[in-house]
């Protein structure tokens, strides 16, 4: 296997649908170990069409040019109420990247 997994978490928002199920938001991403590169992801945002839209979002980045363009990325095509927390859940996946990415090492 070349892939490894990893997760981040924010609060979401009063008046979300998915708050009645979560009271946070998790983006789990699998990247490739060679290049940090997006092979799948998911969020979990109450609706499949939500969950598939940040996963189109997500997917083929490398996070190895940073969280920044990602962020903007999110910005300019998510309008949701949840747009700040993926945006925070991915600032807490990028950490973990930066802290603990580093070392995993190819099997």
């Known amino acids: 296997m070349n892939t490894y997994f990893i997760a981040g978490h924010a609060k979401l928002p009063q008046g979300m649908a998915a708050r009645n199920v979560y009271d946070?938001?998790?983006?789990?991403?699998?990247?490739?170990?060679?290049?940090?590169v997006v092979v799948d992801c998911s969020c979990t945002l109450a609706t499949e069409h939500g969950r598939n839209?940040?996963?189109q979002l997500l997917r083929g980045y490398c996070l190895q040019h940073g969280v920044d363009?990602?962020?903007?990325?999110?910005?300019?095509?998510?309008?949701?109420?949840?747009?700040?927390?993926?945006?925070?859940?991915?600032?807490?996946?990028y950490a973990q990247y930066e802290t603990?990415?580093?070392?995993?090492?190819?099997?």
């Not at 946070?24 to 940090?36: A, N, Q, R, V």
């Open 24 to 36: 946070s938001l998790t983006i789990t991403l699998e990247l490739d170990f060679t290049y940090g």
């Open 100 to 107: 603990s990415g580093a070392t995993f090492k190819e099997v």
């Open 53 to 55: 839209f940040i996963r």
């Open 69 to 93: 363009e990602l962020i903007q990325t999110v910005q300019h095509h998510y309008c949701g109420k949840a747009g700040h927390a993926i945006q925070a859940a991915l600032k807490d996946v």
